[in-house]
């Protein structure tokens, strides 16, 4: 039977300082369940594989840069199919919800777990919870088959629907119990995730056998651990078309400025990928990396020296960055969305209002600027062929992982090895740029934009690049700073 008391973290340590970091698992709270053989042996997609199941003691390192007198460290879980399952195929009821915010390949994401429970392990009873978490208990669902999905792949969206908030953790497992479900596969991301934790645990608590599984989702690529989140390549890739044209409207004029908001609530990645990968970014600013606007050394004093140097320049700002400069409303002070994010001012218009205020009054240069905010045609186009592939090996491992007895984890790429995470690890922290990490200073050499750290705040960055958010005042002008706020479990 189930516990009352919360799971606490499963860890497995081995010599020379070799830490597992084990996922839950049926069994830990429902002894002596029948184990069944895996029905890959005889699948014919399989019967060329050499090694058709992963070996029990199979993990991935969280670091692989290590010295030679390094303890071995922390490991996941490898993902794939083993060679017992705990679930039979007819007795397989599974539902599929994605929550939250658009990103490229979740119908790619869906189709893959619908297919994989097909034709793996034979299973036809998969269910869609259609609007998110709120779908459990509103009664909203679809019968998902191979034939249905087929073609979902090649739109953006999810055919699922999706939506914020709605996170009430009994309903939704009274839904689960009712309904008779026993795999659950939650697409979304960390505040997703925090709340599939909560079902997890509830579900554990009421002794039932459910798996329940996560697959990452966050076009911001903010979810720690992994590589990287699905849909985060095509986001980059999509990136560019508006910092091309934001060039093109720069060149074409005398003092041209194109200023291009992207993605970036938190972390600033989908900016700074798509700087390095475009070349023609003069200027890139991110939530992670403070910057100020007045002074020798300022954002205007750069974009003074670049024209005057290059007679046109482009802006990449991600919606997080300057917030702290941004004049706040009384209509959006310290307010939230449903998921618990606070709701940002346009920075974008921001910036690009006060660039022409400020060039306007000092009649220095007559500037032409122009603004570009693709963020919703990015986020809802299909994703592109490396972010299917990626999505296809995400689906499959987590479909794995389930069969096997595997519940309360999400599945993920570490260092190029799909693996099985706790959720603890995934919603513990946010990814952030490390402004100190090569990466950033690739990005400099690149735009050779000025850093606006003064020593101090880059002597404050080392000491804490496992949390590389700035704070206080670290320059004699107003520096931006970055709060990551906590997302309030029954916002999810």
């Excluded at 490396?386 to 993920?412: E, F, I, R």
Aim: hydrophobic residues 35%; glycine residues 10%.
């Amino acid at each position: 039977m189930g516990s009352n008391v919360d799971s606490k973290p499963k860890l497995v340590s081995g010599t020379a300082g070799y830490v597992l970091q084990d996922v839950p698992h049926l069994s830990d709270y429902l002894p002596n369940l029948p184990t069944y053989t895996n029905p890959l042996q005889v699948n014919p997609a399989y019967s060329v594989v050499k090694q058709y199941f992963v070996h029990v003691d199979d993990s991935v390192p969280e670091r692989i840069t290590v010295n030679s007198d390094s303890p071995r460290g922390v490991h996941f879980r490898r993902a794939g199919p083993r060679q017992r399952v705990y679930f039979e195929a007819d007795e397989v009821h599974a539902a599929i919800v994605t929550c939250g915010g658009l990103c490229p390949g979740l119908n790619t994401v869906i189709r893959e777990l619908v297919c994989s429970l097909y034709h793996m392990y034979g299973v036809k009873k998969v269910l869609g919870i259609n609007g998110g978490y709120k779908g459990f208990y509103a009664r909203n669902t679809i019968n998902l088959t191979p034939k249905n999905v087929n073609d979902i792949h090649k739109r953006g969206g999810t055919v699922l629907g999706t939506s914020r908030g709605g996170h009430v953790t009994s309903k939704i497992v009274d839904s689960i119990q009712d309904r008779g479900i026993n795999q659950v596969y939650i697409i979304g991301g960390d505040g997703t995730q925090r709340g599939a934790s909560a079902i997890f645990e509830e579900v554990r608590r009421r002794g039932l056998k459910v798996a329940v599984v996560g697959v990452p989702k966050t076009i911001d690529n903010d979810i720690p651990v992994i590589d990287k989140s699905f849909g985060f390549d095509t986001a980059v890739e999509e990136a560019q078309r508006a910092i091309n044209a934001a060039h093109v409207e720069a060149g074409s004029v005398e003092n041209g400025i194109g200023v291009v908001k992207l993605m970036g609530r938190y972390s600033g990645f989908i900016a700074m990928y798509a700087t390095l990968a475009s070349r023609d970014v003069d200027c890139c600013l991110i939530p992670e990396s403070p910057f100020y606007l007045e002074g020798p050394g300022g954002l205007y004093d750069y974009i003074e020296k670049t024209l005057k140097e290059n007679g046109h320049m482009v802006i990449v700002i991600a919606e997080g960055a300057g917030q702290e400069l941004v004049s706040e409303s009384i209509q959006s002070k310290n307010k939230q969305d449903e998921s618990g994010n606070k709701l940002l001012q346009d920075v974008g218009l921001w910036i690009s209002q006060n660039i022409k205020d400020h060039f306007a009054k000092e009649k220095t240069l007559a500037i032409t600027l122009k603004y570009i905010d693709p963020t919703y045609m990015i986020r809802a186009i299909p994703s592109n062929a490396s972010d299917n592939v990626y999505c296809t090996l995400l689906a499959q491992s987590a479909v794995h992982g389930a069969m096997a007895g595997y519940t309360g984890y999400t599945s993920g790429l570490v260092h190029g090895r799909q693996t099985y995470i706790p959720f603890y690890r995934i919603t513990e922290r946010q990814n952030n740029v490390v402004i100190t990490d090569r990466m950033w200073a690739r990005l400099l050499s690149s735009t050779n934009q000025p850093s606006f750290l003064g020593s101090k705040c880059v002597d404050e960055e080392k000491k804490e690049e496992e949390e590389p958010i700035l704070d206080g005042n670290c320059s004699d002008e107003t520096l931006v700073t970055k709060q990551i706020n906590s997302i309030n479990l029954n916002a999810l």
